[in-house]
T-cell receptor, first 113, second 112 residues
Framework: GENVEQHPSTLSVQEGDSAVIKCTYS??????FPWYKQELGKGPQLIID?????GEKKDQRIAVTLNKTAKHFSLHITETQPEDSAVYFC????????????FGKGTMLLVSP | DTGVSQDPRHKITKRGQNVTFRCDPI?????LYWYRQTLGQGPEFLTY????????KSRLLSDRFSAERPKGSFSTLEIQRTEQGDSAMYLC??????????FGPGTRLLVL
């Protein structure tokens, strides 16, 4: 089945810096890659997603890049703010036929004022 | 609020008891998913419904777990004879025919 590796597990940045989180996946047939933000005690919230026919997607301070050849995708957050502090998860659709998602283990992002 | 809702938000039970959780998806979504999340891990897929049909179950879903979606709207997840290892956050998500899944707030289960 699909396996998703996520790095780093923790990331500390100063407010205003950029943050980059990287994920690799194993199933070359996967074609959908969402990113979720999870705050303490809450469910994951979708922040951006990308499909395999697109190499990059941007939404304000957040961008995602996808390299299908290398089977990796990355989340980029620019001009970080303290409210960006949370756990971020990447996921991949393993194309089992039913659109279930396989998640990475998460990255705890801490943005210091 | 038109998002995914889950009830209860927290549940404490004693080992061996049965528990049932409810999920109400976004109203126009015909796909519903259950995931389990333990501390420090990403969500792990448990089972998936399209309308009222349960189409996929993970190997994580032991025979003590059962899920239903009788009318293709809300879903229930029941755990029988709970064990301490069942302590986790149980998340529900829903989607339309696109892959985009929207998660509820989760039910946190603690088995004593």
């Amino acid at each position: 089945g699909e396996n998703v590796e996520q790095h780093p597990s923790t990331l500390s940045v100063q407010e205003g810096d950029s943050a980059v989180i990287k994920c690799t996946y194993s199933d070359s047939a996967s074609n959908y890659f969402p990113w979720y933000k999870q705050e303490l005690g809450k469910g994951p919230q979708l922040i951006i997603d990308i499909r395999s026919n697109v190499g990059e997607k941007k939404d304000q301070r957040i961008a995602v890049t996808l390299n299908k050849t290398a089977k990796h995708f990355s989340l980029h957050i620019t001009e970080t703010q303290p409210e960006d502090s949370a756990v971020y998860f990447c996921a991949a659709n393993p194309l089992s036929g039913y659109s279930t998602l396989t998640f990475g283990k998460g990255t705890m992002l801490l943005v210091s004022p | 609020d038109t998002g995914v809702s889950q009830d209860p938000r927290h549940k404490i039970t004693k080992r061996g008891q049965n528990v049932t959780f409810r999920c109400d998806p976004i109203s126009e979504h015909n796909r519903l998913y259950w995931y389990r999340q333990t501390l420090g891990q990403g969500p792990e897929f448990l089972t998936y419904f399209q309308n009222e049909a349960q189409l996929e179950k993970s190997r994580l879903l032991s025979d003590r777990f059962s899920a239903e979606r009788p009318k293709g709207s809300f879903s229930t997840l029941e755990i029988q004879r709970t064990e301490q290892g069942d302590s986790a956050m149980y998340l529900c998500a829903s989607s339309s025919l696109s892959e985009t899944q929207y998660f509820g707030p989760g039910t946190r289960l603690l088995v004593l």
